[in-house]
């Protein structure tokens, strides 16, 4: 007997579009429903067209394939692009990729009898409603229905800082900088602007002004920008000790210090360069970048080939332990290894530098404490010292999707205002509703997937986490078949 399960996707984009190609590959559905109100691979993180906005890892983590991670650089290849495979490329670049990808994989789809359609709306609600069953409410109003739900839904609304909510709604104010487009163009040439935040999407919002000829103040509570990299290897001659990691006491207040040796002990072994002598360790933000291009551009960035190792181990780690424990860990490292983890390719920081050196960029070590319109925006620090500016652009990142369980099934849509319940997720991604005697066939993957993988933010990982799944949705599927056939016998 052949199940002919029918497994909904929820969220199209680069994890959906993962987990879509492995269900077609393997057969695991007779059908697949893509449900997405953007449609398909349409993710803020890819859609942006402007080159200057660079992936921050290299081409070798972009593949969608789970078992072939020269996938982009072959389409790449196709275009007549010839990218190394440890190059950083236009962003946009991957949306095209995901979207090639898929069309394939839909044709494909057909032509195996699989049936297949994308709705283009967002789920509110997953309901279980027979054994094996779930029932899904769309916000128009419309029901699907299915025999497994992949939740691939990513982040959630921008986070907006309180010194400028107040200000949501008025001239001027930007809570988020994407789409890129749509605010860039709002802005009389040469404006003025307040960038909040000193991570990837702040950098993203400093290329743009600068790019269009606006003057920028950066200002972030650490005043620390990312390191700076050349490449994101998949694989490393010298490897980290793995019985050593995984012997790391998540609660212990000295973790980042055992990691850290960790980390030190491989990072030499590389080339016999002290990991001391590959990072610079200026307290002045400028100064510290110029040091790490001057290292990244001498080849002496020997720790970026175990970053993906130190993911995946940590990854391995953080799934495992406790919810309370994984939060701990993650505060502990998080401010120092964040750093490194979302470094910016070299071309990046040295742009970022040029920009600094002509004048056209500044570096605030603080956020500003008052924000008021007097004609224009006031930006205060608690000094007492006021910068005026046109323009507030938030680039500080996005709220964890909010998920809420209750015994009837799992909201998507929680306000933020509505106490939340978060459901239970085992290592393996597999949701559990209140009072339920087995875990339901609903998964959370990529981003999505923060309540048990906490440091899933990155394609690759997002890929094989959807690889994984589905093979375990096959096994799933193929015990209840088993079970189907002998209870017939
Ligand atoms: C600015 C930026 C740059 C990045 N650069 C890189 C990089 O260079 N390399 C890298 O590896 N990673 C990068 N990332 C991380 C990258 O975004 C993630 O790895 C990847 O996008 C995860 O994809 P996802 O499918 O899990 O989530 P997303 O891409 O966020 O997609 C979620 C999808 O779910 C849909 N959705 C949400 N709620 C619902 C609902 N209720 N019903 C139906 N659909 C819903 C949304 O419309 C969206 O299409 C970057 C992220 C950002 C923000």
Redesign the pocket.
Known sequence: MTRRATVAI???????VAAFIKLVRTGVAGCIEI????GLA????FTASQDALL???SVQ??SVLDDDMHDFQHYLRAQGIDAGEQAFVP?AWVSGYLKQRYAEYRDLAEARGIEHRVVRA??RHIKPVAHGEYRLELEDGSQRSASAVLV????AAPFVPPLVTPHLGAPGIFATPYPTRSWLASLTRPSRVLVLGSR??AI?SVLLLCGAGHQVLMASPSGRLPGVRTGTPRRCTASLDEARFARLDLESPKLYWHLLRIVARSAKAISGRSLRAQIDRSAEPVQRLRGEIALAEGGATDWQNLLVQCMDLADIKLRAAPPAVRLAALQNCWEAVGRYLFAVPLQTATTLLRLIDQGQLQLAPQLPTTLERQGKWQARDRHGRVEVVDAVVCATGFHK?PFHATPDGLA??VTPATPCTPPEVSAQLQVSLPGAGAPENIWL????SYLAAPMV????Q?VRQAGEVVVMLGEHFSLMDEQATEAVA
């Open positions: 929820i969220g199209g984009s680069v994890t959906g449900i997405d109100p953007e349409d993710s803020i993180a992936c921050n890892t983590t972009m962003r967002a789920v691939c839904t990513g982040s990837l999407s993203d999707q998507l849509h993957l990529g981003v999505a933010n990155s394609v690759y997002s």
